[in-house]
């Protein structure tokens, strides 16, 4: 079996031609429960996205991640329902209200575990593991070392971030409303989205941009370069990793086609024979034809040690 | 406090309105032994502390065990409890030595930890069951079902974080049975609790283990594809939040339910942390001696002025923090009040007091004695000497025992304060 290649989508016509491009996967869903996703498809239309989805090959995953309050609790039964109903292969959260809801409304839907930042150990995934979960998506802040040992030491499927820029800062403050309001702007008139290209500069790194903007879950602040693990697959294939997502926020569609094409490419060539896989400098190529010239493409935690 | 049923005792009052009776608990930080102590002489009803591994505060003193067992025998004097921060999210490395870690917490005494990885809950329900287990604030919990979902798995008590209203907590105590923490006090990450990488990012030091350089509150230019958003002069973005305050809302905190009342500070001096308990101590004291008749004093807040150095907010709890509720000036201030002296001993006969000192004063500084429950006077400092009897013109070693005269009794582990700068 191929390891997976995962990536979010925001629309059908983007689940067709992630799809079409070597997606295994795609991850779908609403700002009502989902954070950060790069397109809204509605709950009416969970059922035509994901047999768009399975007539191309590809499973879908319907994305529940958010921390969630108490006033949007009494819609989710309904909406893991309608993705059950719809077919979805499985439903990803952080906030155990959804795992409540999945066992109470659709307890045979699959769950995977992703808390972001916090998802970085193997004990931690067996305990959602012993609770039915099926998978861990790991923190992009763990070293390979880490993910390998993590991987080795437990009884779950592992995904791996390999592209794209990272969340590193939420907050359920509106901040740039805040700071809008501090200057005396009429801020309520401008989109603060993230389609509107803010960013921060930090005053003691004027090189590094971080892409910034809010929504209805708050505040976000990403990383300033981009992931690439394009170079070190054979290492993640190794440790047994079972599923490779590429996050296409901020990114223009044909960026993540060149994406998912070039590491489908690596990924199938490594399945063919891992001992005579060679890195080739021309599935780099594409990427780097359209990357953004201010984000570096950077092997993220993956080789770092880091301090406490 | 156990994980059984704590059912809010209320009790209707003339005017119809109902009070809940059950006393809440009054958690405190403690940054190391002796920080310990004056928290619980003023007032705490326990006090939570880190160790040497696996807590969010590497930077902090931290207590060895045997500091615990310290720590512990002093607070039990006065029906305290100790709780061990153990609020990290490990990583693979950090699992080996997690169960030996708590099955040494438990044998010195502490009753709780708090906690947010799931796999440090698991390894304490198994090895350490002497131990309750609070889910830390960094597991970011703010709804009823999510609260339910850890009392199932068998915790008796989590602290919520800190984006809950106070109509939210309203809403989870009605429909789960389970002992609520809040912070009511103190610094507060402005990301929601482990959701933030910054320092990560920034310095290769991990936040989620203890590593956290505060990037949050560094000064950041945002900027649009045009320049600039601020003008050449305006103050600079960023994401720091102005501190917690609830003293006025004391009563709102015990009608919602809330079982724990907790302060942020493990790396706060002894006279915030002093101060601060004593404020609440009182507040909660006056609103469960008689709720009817519960007034703010404006005391309790000069107190929590006089130590605090931030400006200060109610947080989440009744509104979305907005652009008042940021520090986007670009200094903040030193707290109004230095800490001077503690004392270490009182002569009712003599009105001679033994004090050791925190920073210089000299006969003619304006002090100010408090102590635990707002006891408090000021008066000028008179001739001061050694303890050998020789006159002092400046008491300017630190711990250096001095005696002063009192112009009104004190008492040990008291505080002597001065305006800031002054001597």
Same mark, same amino acid.
């Given at each position: 079996?191929?390891?997976?290649?995962?990536?979010?989508?925001?629309?059908?016509?983007?689940?067709?031609?992630?799809?079409?491009?070597?997606?295994?996967?795609?991850?779908?869903?609403?700002?009502?429960?989902?954070?950060?996703?790069?397109?809204?498809?509605?709950?009416?239309?969970?059922?035509?996205?994901?047999?768009?989805?399975?007539?191309?090959?590809?499973?879908?995953?319907?994305?529940?991640?958010?921390?969630?309050?108490?006033?949007?609790?009494?819609?989710?039964?309904?909406?893991?329902?309608?993705?059950?109903?719809?077919?979805?292969?499985?439903?990803?959260?952080?906030?155990?209200?959804?795992?409540?809801?999945?066992?109470?409304?659709?307890?045979?839907?699959?769950?995977?575990?992703?808390?972001?930042?916090?998802?970085?150990?193997?004990a931690?995934?067996?305990?959602?593991?012993?609770?039915?979960?099926?998978?861990?998506?790991?923190?992009?802040?763990?070293?390979?070392?880490?993910?390998?040992?993590?991987?080795?030491?437990?009884?779950?499927?592992?995904?791996?971030?390999?592209?794209?820029?990272?969340?590193?800062?939420?907050?359920?403050?509106?901040?740039?409303?805040?700071?809008?309001?501090?200057?005396?702007?009429?801020?309520?008139?401008?989109?603060?989205?993230?389609?509107?290209?803010?960013?921060?500069?930090?005053?003691?790194?004027?090189?590094?941009?971080?892409?910034?903007?809010?929504?209805?879950?708050?505040?976000?602040?990403?990383?300033?370069?981009?992931?690439?693990?394009?170079?070190?697959?054979?290492?993640?294939?190794?440790?047994?990793?079972?599923?490779?997502?590429?996050?296409?926020?901020?990114?223009?569609?044909?960026?993540?086609?060149?994406?998912?094409?070039?590491?489908?490419?690596?990924?199938?060539?490594?399945?063919?024979?891992?001992?005579?896989?060679?890195?080739?400098?021309?599935?780099?190529?594409?990427?780097?034809?359209?990357?953004?010239?201010?984000?570096?493409?950077?092997?993220?935690?993956?080789?770092?040690?880091?301090?406490? | 406090?156990?994980?059984?049923?704590?059912?809010?005792?209320?009790?209707?009052?003339?005017?119809?309105?109902?009070?809940?009776?059950?006393?809440?608990?009054?958690?405190?930080?403690?940054?190391?032994?002796?920080?310990?102590?004056?928290?619980?002489?003023?007032?705490?009803?326990?006090?939570?502390?880190?160790?040497?591994?696996y807590?969010?505060?590497?930077?902090?003193?931290?207590?060895?065990?045997?500091?615990?067992?310290?720590?512990?025998?002093?607070?039990?004097?006065?029906?305290?409890?100790?709780?061990?921060?153990t609020?990290?999210?490990a990583?693979?490395?950090d699992l080996p030595g997690i169960a030996d870690y708590l099955?040494?917490?438990?044998?010195?005494?502490?009753?709780?930890?708090?906690?947010?990885?799931?796999a440090i809950?698991?390894t304490?329900?198994?090895h350490?069951?002497?131990?309750?287990?609070?889910?830390?604030?960094?597991?970011?919990?703010?709804?009823?079902?999510?609260?339910?979902?850890?009392?199932?798995?068998?915790?008796?008590?989590?602290?919520?974080?800190?984006?809950?209203?106070?109509?939210?907590?309203?809403?989870?105590?009605?429909?789960?049975?389970?002992?609520?923490?809040?912070?009511?006090?103190?610094?507060?990450?402005?990301?929601?609790?482990?959701?933030?990488?910054?320092?990560?990012?920034?310095?290769?030091?991990?936040?989620?283990?203890?590593?956290?350089?505060?990037?949050?509150?560094?000064?950041?230019?945002?900027?649009?594809?045009?320049?600039?958003?601020?003008?050449?002069?305006?103050?600079?973005?960023?994401?720091?939040?102005?501190?917690?305050?609830?003293?006025?809302?004391?009563?709102?905190?015990?009608?919602? $339910?809330?079982? #724990? /009342? =907790?302060?942020?500070?493990?790396?706060? !001096?002894?006279?915030?942390? &002093?101060? @601060?308990?004593? *404020?609440?101590?009182?507040?909660?004291?006056?609103?469960?001696?008689?709720?009817?008749?519960?007034?703010?004093?404006?005391?309790?807040?000069?107190?929590?002025?006089?130590?605090?150095?931030?400006?200060?907010?109610?947080?989440?709890?009744?509104?979305?923090?907005?652009?008042?509720?940021?520090?986007?000036?670009?200094?903040?201030?030193?707290?109004?009040?230095?800490?001077?002296?503690?004392?270490?001993?009182?002569?009712?006969?003599?009105?001679?007091?033994?004090?050791?000192?925190?920073?210089?004063?000299?006969?003619?500084?304006?002090?100010?004695?408090?102590?635990? $429950?707002?006891? #408090? /006077? =000021?008066?000028?400092?008179?001739?001061? !000497?050694?303890?050998?009897? &020789?006159? @002092?013109?400046? *008491?300017?070693?630190?711990?250096?025992?001095?005696?002063?005269?009192?112009?009104?009794?004190?008492?040990?582990?008291?505080?002597?304060?001065?305006?800031?700068?002054?001597?």
């Amino acid at each position: 079996m191929t390891t997976e290649l995962l990536i979010a989508a925001g629309s059908i016509d983007q689940i067709r031609s992630y799809a079409g491009a070597g997606a295994n996967a795609v991850l779908i869903g609403d700002s009502r429960f989902g954070a950060r996703l790069p397109g809204s498809i509605a709950e009416a239309d969970l059922k035509e996205a994901v047999a768009c989805a399975h007539d191309l090959g590809a499973r879908a995953y319907i994305a529940a991640g958010k921390l969630l309050r108490n006033h949007e609790l009494p819609a989710l039964p309904g909406y893991l329902r309608a993705a059950a109903e719809a077919g979805a292969d499985a439903v990803t959260f952080g906030d155990p209200a959804v795992w409540m809801a999945v066992r109470d409304a659709a307890p045979a839907m699959a769950m995977h575990w992703n808390v972001e930042m916090t998802g970085t150990n193997s004990a931690a995934a067996a305990f959602w593991s012993r609770r039915g979960v099926s998978r861990a998506v790991l923190a992009r802040e763990l070293n390979g070392e880490e993910i390998a040992d993590f991987k080795r030491s437990g009884t779950i499927e592992v995904q791996v971030q390999v592209h794209g820029m990272t969340n590193i800062y939420h907050s359920q403050r509106n901040l740039l409303q805040s700071y809008m309001d501090y200057l005396g702007r009429e801020a309520s008139l401008v989109d603060l989205g993230p389609s509107e290209g803010r960013f921060l500069i930090e005053a003691e790194r004027p090189d590094e941009r971080l892409p910034v903007y809010e929504d209805d879950n708050g505040t976000h602040v990403m990383s300033a370069d981009d992931i690439c693990l394009l170079e070190a697959l054979p290492e993640l294939l190794e440790a047994g990793v079972d599923s490779l997502y590429i996050e296409p926020l901020l990114k223009s569609e044909a960026y993540n086609v060149a994406a998912i094409r070039s590491y489908r490419r690596a990924i199938d060539a490594w399945h063919r024979d891992p001992g005579a896989y060679e890195f080739d400098e021309e599935w780099l190529a594409p990427i780097r034809a359209l990357q953004d010239p201010g984000r570096e493409l950077s092997f993220g935690f993956l080789y770092k040690e880091q301090v406490y | 406090m156990n994980g059984t049923a704590v059912h809010a005792a209320e009790a209707a009052a003339g005017n119809g309105r109902r009070y809940r009776l059950d006393r809440p608990e009054l958690l405190a930080p403690a940054g190391n032994l002796e920080k310990l102590k004056f928290a619980v002489h003023y007032g705490a009803d326990a006090v939570y502390i880190g160790g040497q591994s696996y807590g969010l505060r590497s930077n902090a003193d931290n207590f060895s065990f045997e500091e615990m067992r310290e720590g512990v025998e002093f607070a039990a004097r006065y029906g305290a409890k100790v709780f061990v921060a153990t609020n990290i999210y490990a990583h693979q490395e950090d699992l080996p030595g997690i169960a030996d870690y708590l099955k040494q917490l438990e044998a010195a005494g502490i009753a709780a930890i708090i906690t947010a990885d799931p796999a440090i809950v698991e390894t304490a329900m198994q090895h350490a069951p002497g131990l309750e287990v609070h889910l830390s604030t960094q597991q970011s919990t703010m709804n009823w079902q999510a609260v339910r979902f850890w009392k199932e798995v068998g915790l008796p008590r989590v602290v919520l974080a800190r984006e809950t209203s106070m109509e939210e907590i309203r809403e989870i105590k009605s429909h789960v049975d389970l002992e609520l923490e809040v912070f009511i006090h103190g610094a507060m990450c402005s990301s929601v609790s482990g959701r933030c990488v910054l320092s990560n990012h920034f310095t290769d030091r991990d936040s989620n283990r203890g590593g956290c350089c505060q990037s949050c509150r560094w000064k950041y230019d945002l900027h649009q594809e045009q320049g600039p958003i601020g003008d050449p002069g305006d103050n600079m973005f960023t994401m720091g939040s102005k501190d917690l305050c609830m003293i006025r809302h004391i009563p709102d905190l015990i009608e919602a $339910g809330v079982d #724990s /009342f =907790k302060i942020e500070g493990r790396m706060k !001096s002894i006279h915030y942390v &002093a101060s @601060v308990v004593g *404020a609440y101590r009182q507040a909660i004291d006056a609103y469960m001696a008689d709720p009817a008749g519960y007034e703010l004093q404006p005391a309790w807040e000069e107190e929590i002025g006089k130590a605090a150095n931030r400006p200060l907010n109610t947080g989440f709890f009744y509104s979305t923090p907005g652009a008042s509720e940021h520090i986007y000036e670009p200094e903040e201030k030193p707290a109004p009040y230095d800490f001077a002296a503690i004392v270490r001993e009182y002569d009712p006969a003599t009105g001679i007091a033994v004090v050791e000192q925190r920073s210089p004063f000299r006969p003619g500084t304006e002090v100010e004695f408090v102590g635990p $429950g707002g006891r #408090s /006077f =000021k008066q000028v400092a008179g001739p001061l !000497s050694d303890t050998d009897g &020789a006159a @002092v013109d400046v *008491a300017r070693h630190p711990l250096q025992l001095i005696r002063i005269r009192t112009v009104e009794p004190v008492a040990p582990l008291d505080m002597m304060r001065k305006k800031i700068g002054s001597v």
